[in-house]
T-cell receptor, first 111, second 111 residues
Framework: KQEVTQIPAALSVPEGENLVLNCSFT??????LQWFRQDPGKGLTSLLL?????REQTSGRLNASLDKSSGRSTLYIAASQPGDSATYLC??????????FGKGTKLSVIP | DAGVTQSPTHLIKTRGQQVTLRCSPK?????VSWYQQALGQGPQFIFQ???????QRGNFPDRFSGHQFPNYSSELNVNALWLGDSALYLC??????????FGSGTRLTVV
């Protein structure tokens, strides 16, 4: 059974800092990995999708990497802003038709 | 290009009642999945519909049922509501391995 762990559970940083969120998964036979953002009480916004054949994806200030062999992914956020405050969720698609999610990292960027 | 549309946004029901939630997928997507998200947790997979059939089901009781229509839209039905069914219900659409697009969710409160 696939399990996804996100560390840390919560993170508070001053505005302007670069930061890294971590995601690990137990079954390396994945089709893809997706990072989402969730604002309180809202739905999920897709940030980055990494296919199993890819090592990283970039969008603006966000960069996500994937190391299938070690079962790890990182989401790098450059020059953080207060508007980046949200919960960030990592999800993997592996073998079945469901996404398996971590519990998320709650990020607070302090002005 | 409209994303995933869910209705209603919020819903309050009494224990024992039945509820129907609706979802219209993103244009070009043919697969619809439903997730339940309790407070502070990652989304949990309920089931996925493809070609109007339930393709896979998560660990949810038969009180949870669904349907997919020829235009790919979908419904989630929950019978005999429990207090524990209170959650954010998320619909996601996809096409092959192109990643998932989520709606804004329906907040269900059972009293």
């Amino acid at each position: 059974k696939q399990e996804v762990t996100q560390i840390p559970a919560a993170l508070s940083v001053p505005e302007g800092e670069n930061l890294v969120l971590n995601c690990s998964f137990t079954d390396s036979a994945i089709y893809n990995l997706q990072w989402f953002r969730q604002d309180p009480g809202k739905g999920l916004t897709s940030l980055l999708l990494i296919q199993s054949s890819q090592r990283e994806q970039t969008s603006g200030r966000l960069n996500a990497s994937l190391d299938k062999s070690s079962g790890r992914s990182t989401l790098y956020i450059a020059a953080s802003q207060p508007g980046d405050s949200a919960t960030y969720l990592c999800a993997v698609w592996a073998g079945s038709y469901q996404l398996t999610f971590g519990k998320g990292t709650k990020l607070s960027v302090i002005p | 290009d409209a994303g995933v549309t869910q209705s209603p946004t919020h819903l309050i029901k009494t224990r024992g009642q039945q509820v129907t939630l609706r979802c219209s997928p993103k244009s070009g997507h043919d697969t619809v999945s439903w997730y339940q998200q309790a407070l502070g947790q990652g989304p949990q997979f309920i089931f996925q519909y493809y070609e109007e059939e339930e393709r896979q089901r998560g660990n949810f009781p038969d009180r949870f049922s669904g349907h997919q229509f020829p235009n790919y839209s979908s419904e989630l039905n929950v019978n005999a509501l429990w207090l524990g069914d209170s959650a954010l219900y998320l619909c996601a659409s996809s096409f092959r391995t192109g990643g998932y697009t989520f709606g804004s969710g329906t907040r269900l409160t059972v009293v």
